[in-house]
C-alpha cells in the first residue's frame, strides 16, 4: 500500500498530497532494508486530520499459543483457534486526540472503540475459523487523521482442507498474491 496513489493533481478538492505519509517499517535506514519492507507489506498510509496532527502505530500483531507476526507477515494458524489482536497508537506530538480504532478480520470489522490517544486495545478473537485463510487490518479515523494498514496475515491450521488449497503466498521474497 502507498499512500494517496489516487491524488491526480492539486485540483481534487481537500486531497494535498503533503498530508499522506507512506511508513514502511524497515529492518534499517538502507535502500536494501526499505526495499524488502516495501516488498514484504510492511507498511501503513497516515493521514494528517484538520488537527493537523499526525498519528503513529507504535505496535500491531495478530498472535496466538505459538508465535506472533506483524504487517506484511503470516501467523501459521494454531489448534486453539483464538487468535491475539494487539494494538497500540499515539499521535506523533504526544497530545491526547480523538481517534476511533477498527480491527477488521477478512473485510469485517470486529471491533471498533472510540477514545484519544495514546489508545492501545487488545482483543481475543475467538470467531476466527482455523481452517480458512484470514487478514487482519487496523483502520483508525477521526478529526485527528486516519491510518490504514497493510494486512497480517493468519494461515489455516495445518491438515485442515483450506491449509492446502491456493492462498496469499507471503514467501519474503516474493510476497506475491496467487
Known sequence: MIGEVAFHGTSDAGKDLDQV???IQAADRTMAGVMNGIRTGRAYVVGRGD???LLQLDEFRVSNK???AMIGETLQG???GDILVHVRLSAFD???HPTKIRVIRSGHIIRQIDGHTPMQLEL???EAGSGEWLNY???VLGTS???LTNPIFVAPRAGTPASTAQGVNRDSEKAIKT
Open 94 to 96: 504526544g497530545q491526547s
Open 78 to 80: 494454531s489448534a486453539s
Open 51 to 53: 488537527q493537523n496532527v
Open 124 to 126: 481475543v478473537d475467538r
Open 145 to 147: 487523521g486516519e491510518l
Open 21 to 23: 505519509y507512506t511508513v
Open 137 to 139: 487490518r487496523v483502520e
Open 66 to 68: 505459538d508465535t506472533s
